[in-house]
Every structure is written in structure tokens, then in C-alpha cells.
């Protein structure tokens, strides 16, 4: 009786099952080939430093970066890239490239994001900027020599400096615009993150009161961190205010 | 004794890196072959398919130009081998910036220029070991949990269960929620260069409505994120 009463397993699509196996193999090699990597190399010129010299209380607050920034990358940006996470994480520059590139192609394709055509499409987006990144990567590394006046003008540097505000300010239109997109559409799924948007907001502008932009410019190199900590308050105050109807889910035209 | 100079130009180095983009780039073709494939057979066209592989590599442009420029500054500080392999695989322009602007005064040298100048080959094995280790804390989620993490927000659902399509947006508004007020009040600059990228793809999008300036919709991102960046300058001049 109770067997009836359970939901069946869910079945998975072709494509996504696909990258549940074979691109968690691919992934675990290529792992396993990174971390191998400096061993083979300081290993040939007798220089593999011992396990203290390597982690110690030192090197731990560098450390802790890595640690914060990859489990929030992996909480936030799981979902939205959904099966072709295994490529976007094992390539890297996962919010100043895949993210963007991955909605991008859902909404180029007008697919809606964590579905089976969505999950395809984002795929093929993340595969084609993983490619042009390599190529364009290792022609700069190629021609580093010939190129490092370009890091001399002041503009360009400047320039560069500014990628991560640049990228927002260019992607927020379309954040907003990817959760309302196919035959139903979240109604006022902004208000679930108000919250967030006011402690962030505090947060920021107590630390520029308090020890001025040095310190609020700051915060940016603890925005790992911040995300692990936020995304539990957006999904609580999401579900609160969608039990109490003020975040609903319509159908597109009654939007 | 190899110094950190020796190892870092070593061609075993280089030709280990190569192999190991090789699989990169064999792994990525594999992926878009498969994620191809799928999409035609669950109806997108082939049409939508080539303006999704052109708008990629359009917009990928522009991000992976700024890459490149990053790579420059780690040239200096990891050599141009290991910072070409760290910003083609896991790393981060960001954090790999952040990571090698700090690693010299954890080693105990005054700048970048003197740890590449006078480091030894085990604390370029430390730097070495470090970041290959580091950046495995988001694939201990994604390797084991990563399948029933990505299916559990499946919007496939949503109509049986509208608040798993609530829920998948969290995470995307979330991001928006902790980057924006950082960016808006954390410093003048930052905030004047996204709210340039933002006006310009407000009046990108806008245009883009006229269907004769229709296609101006697959390089929104790519011109609004350049614009943006080129107003650097200008608004460092005025409030910098």
C-alpha cells in the first residue's frame, strides 16, 4: 500500500543522465590530473616541500579563500547550470564567464533554465565558451612576450580592473528577465531576497561609514562566504512569502 | 637546487599543461556534441542552435580578452605557464589574482617581482600545491551531491509543484541580491561602471524591441559589459 502511495523515481533525461555519469568521469580524471600535475613536475626537480611547509596556520587564511569561494560556487551555481556544472566547474571562471554565457544561451534559445532543452542549450553555451576561453588563452600565453605592453596602458588596466561591475551591470536585466520567462513566471520572486539586498546593504555601507572604501571595497574578496550565508535566508524568506502568497507562480499571460 | 624560476619554465611543465588543455578542449567538443544532439531531438532548431553557439563565443569574447589581460598580471607573480594553466581550468580570475597578490607576503618576500626573482622550487611547490588543492572544496559537493542537487530544483515539476520553480530562481536572485549592494555602496567607481553596463543595456534592450535592430539582442551583454569598462577611465578620473 504505502509502495502505491510513493512517488515513482524520477527518470532523468538522455542528456542529463549522460552528464551525471560519464561527465562526473570526466571531471573526477581530469581532477585527478590537476592535482597530480605539480607532484610529477616537483617531483622531477627534487622539490616537493613538505606537508607542514605546504599547510600550516600561514597559509591557511589563502587557503580558506579557495575553500569559501568553491563550496558557494558549488551551492549557487549548481542549479542554475544544472547538468553541465561538471564542465563550467572543471573550466573555471565560473561567474565572470559560464553563468552569464549559460543564461545567455537559455534565453537566446528561448528555453526556460533547469529543464532538459535548457540544460542542453546552457551546455552547448558553457562547451563554446570553454573552447574560445582555451584558444584565446593560449594565444595570450603564446604571444605574452610580444603583448605585455598592452598591461602598461593605464586605460586597459584600469579597464580590466573593473570586470566584475561591468559584468553585473550588463546581467542584471537579464537575471531579472530569466525568471520570467516561459508558460509560467514567478510573480514578485525579487521580494523572496529583499532581505538579503538589506543586510547586504548594511553590511556594506557600515564597513565604508566605518573604515571607508578601503574597507567596503573589502567585502568583495568575502562575497563566497556571504553568498553561503545569504542563500539560506533567501530560500526562507522565498518560502515564507510564497506561503503567504506574496511570491506566486501564474501562468505567463495573467502576469 | 631549482629555484621557483626553473620549474616555472620548465618544458616538462609546458608539456604537461598542454596535455591536460588537450583533455580540456576533448571534453568540451564531447559535451557539445552530446548537449547538440539532445537539443534537436527535443525540438530546438537548428537555427536557435547556431545563434546559441554564436552568441557564446560573441559574448565569451569580451570576458575571456579580460582574462587574458589578467593573465599578464600573473606573469609576473606565478610565470607565464602555471598562470596560463590556473585561468584555463577551475580557477578564477578573481580569486587566482586575489590568491597571487597575497602568496608573496605568506612567503615572506616584499613583492611578486622578488618571490619570482629569489624563490626556491619547494615554495613555488607550495603556490603549486595550494591552488590545485584549494579549489577541490566545491567539487567535494559536486562530484557526490551534484546529480540531486541539480535534478532537485528540475522546473520540469513546476507545474505539480510551483514552489520548485521559486525555488530555482533563489539562487540566481540571490547572487543579484549579494553582488549588486556591494558593488552600488562599496565604492563610487564600481557603482558608476554597472550602473553605465546597466543604462546601456537598458537602451540596448529597448532598441532591440524594433524588429529591424532584432538581432542587436545577442550582443546586449558583450557591449553593455564593454561599455562599462571603457567608462572605467572616466569615472576614475572624475571620482577616483
Known amino acids: 500500500m504505502s509502495k502505491n502511495t510513493k512517488s515513482a523515481p524520477k527518470v532523468l533525461d538522455p542528456f542529463q543522465a549522460w552528464c551525471h555519469r560519464w561527465g562526473r568521469v570526466g571531471t573526477v580524471i581530469a581532477l585527478i590530473y590537476m592535482v597530480a600535475l605539480p607532484f610529477i613536475v616537483l617531483g622531477s626537480f627534487n622539490s616537493i616541500p613538505a606537508f607542514g611547509e605546504v599547510f600550516n596556520i600561514t597559509t591557511f587564511g589563502l587557503l580558506i579563500i579557495y575553500i569559501a569561494v568553491g563550496i558557494s560556487e558549488a551551492l549557487s551555481y549548481i542549479p542554475i547550470m544544472g547538468s553541465s556544472a561538471y564542465l563550467g566547474f572543471i573550466t573555471g571562471n565560473i561567474m565572470n564567464l559560464k553563468v552569464p554565457v549559460a543564461i545567455n544561451a537559455i534565453k537566446t534559445a528561448n528555453q526556460e533554465p533547469s529543464t532538459p532543452a535548457g540544460d542542453a542549450v546552457a551546455a552547448i553555451g558553457i562547451a563554446v565558451s570553454s573552447i574560445v576561453t582555451i584558444i584565446i588563452l593560449a594565444i595570450t600565453a603564446l604571444l605574452s612576450s610580444q603583448l605585455s605592453f598592452l598591461y602598461d596602458i593605464p586605460a586597459f588596466r584600469t579597464a580590466s580592473d573593473y570586470l566584475i561591475p561591468a559584468l553585473f551591470g550588463s546581467m542584471t536585466l537579464g537575471l531579472f528577465a530569466s525568471t520570467s520567462s516561459g508558460s509560467k513566471v514567478v510573480k514578485n520572486g525579487i521580494m523572496g531576497v529583499v532581505p538579503v539586498i538589506i543586510i547586504v546593504s548594511l553590511i556594506t555601507l557600515g564597513a565604508r561609514i566605518m573604515g571607508g572604501t578601503e574597507a567596503s571595497t573589502a567585502i568583495m574578496g568575502l562575497v563566497g562566504p556571504i553568498i553561503v550565508v545569504m542563500l539560506p535566508v533567501a530560500i526562507l524568506s522565498s518560502w515564507i512569502m510564497f506561503k503567504k502568497g506574496i511570491i506566486k507562480v501564474v501562468d505567463n499571460d495573467k502576469k | ?240
Open chain 2, 1 to 240: 637546487m631549482a629555484t621557483m624560476k626553473d620549474i616555472a619554465t620548465s618544458p616538462l611543465l609546458l608539456v604537461l599543461v598542454a596535455i591536460g588543455l588537450a583533455y580540456i578542449v576533448a571534453f568540451s567538443v564531447v559535451y557539445l556534441m552530446k548537449a547538440y544532439r539532445r537539443a534537436l531531438e527535443l525540438g530546438v532548431t537548428k537555427e536557435d542552435l547556431m545563434r546559441v553557439i554564436k552568441t557564446s563565443a560573441v559574448s565569451t569574447i569580451v570576458p575571456a580578452i579580460s582574462i587574458a589581460i589578467g593573465l599578464f598580471a600573473l606573469i609576473g607573480s606565478l610565470g607565464t605557464i602555471w598562470s596560463w594553466w590556473r585561468l584555463s581550468v577551475i580557477g578564477s580570475l578573481s580569486y587566482e589574482t586575489l590568491f597571487s597578490g597575497n602568496i608573496a607576503k605568506v612567503l615572506g618576500y616584499m613583492s611578486s617581482a622578488e618571490m619570482m626573482d629569489t624563490a626556491s622550487g619547494r615554495e613555488f611547490g607550495i603556490i603549486m600545491i595550494l591552488m590545485s588543492v584549494g579549489m577541490l572544496s566545491g567539487f567535494l559537493i559536486l562530484i557526490p551531491f551534484g546529480k540531486k542537487y541539480a535534478t532537485s530544483v528540475d522546473k520540469s515539476q513546476a507545474d505539480s509543484n510551483p514552489w520548485k520553480m521559486v525555488f530555482s530562481g533563489c539562487f540566481m536572485l540571490c547572487l543579484l541580491a549579494v553582488y549588486v549592494p556591494i558593488l552600488l555602496f562599496g565604492d563610487t567607481i564600481q557603482a558608476a561602471v554597472m550602473l553605465t553596463g546597466l543604462v546601456v543595456a537598458l537602451i540596448l534592450s529597448i532598441l532591440a524591441q524594433k524588429p529591424k535592430l532584432a538581432w542587436l539582442n545577442d550582443f546586449i551583454m558583450a557591449i553593455s559589459m564593454i561599455a562599462g569598462m571603457a567608462s572605467a577611465q572616466l569615472w576614475t578620473n572624475i571620482f577616483g
